[in-house]
C-alpha cells in the first residue's frame, strides 16, 4: 500500500546533476522534435500521420518514451486531442492548429507546445 508520494516517486541514487541533465536531455528532445513537426502542419495532412511522425522522432533522438499521446488540437479543442487508431481526420484548410507533445527521459518529462494558425483573418495572432 502507498503510504505517501514518496513511496512511489523515489528518486533515492539520483543526483541533482543527473536530474538537470534528465530534464535538458527530454527538453532538448521535445523542441527539436516540435519544431521539425510542425512544418508538417498544412492542410490535408492526416492528423494521425503527425501524431506517429512525432511520436517516432521522439524515441529515435534517444526518449525512452512519451510524456503522453501526442495531442494535436483543432480550433474550439483547445487541448488533449490524441489521434484514435484508424484515425481519418486532416488538418483542415482554416483554424488554429495546436500541437502538444510530452518526453520522457529515465521518468523525468518535458512538456512543450505550439500553435499553428491557418487562417489569414487571423493573422494577429501570429
Partial sequence: MVNNVTDWTSEEGITEEEKIYYYRKA???GYEVLYTVKDMIKPGTPIIEICATTESMILEKG????????NVSIDNIAAHYSSPHGDENLIPDTGIIKLDLGVHVNGYIADTAI?????PEL???N
Fill in 27 to 29: 527538453g532538448k528532445i
Fill in 63 to 70: 526518449a525512452e518514451g512519451f510524456g503522453f499521446p501526442t
Fill in 123 to 125: 493573422k494577429e495572432l
Fill in 115 to 119: 500553435s499553428v494558425n491557418l487562417s
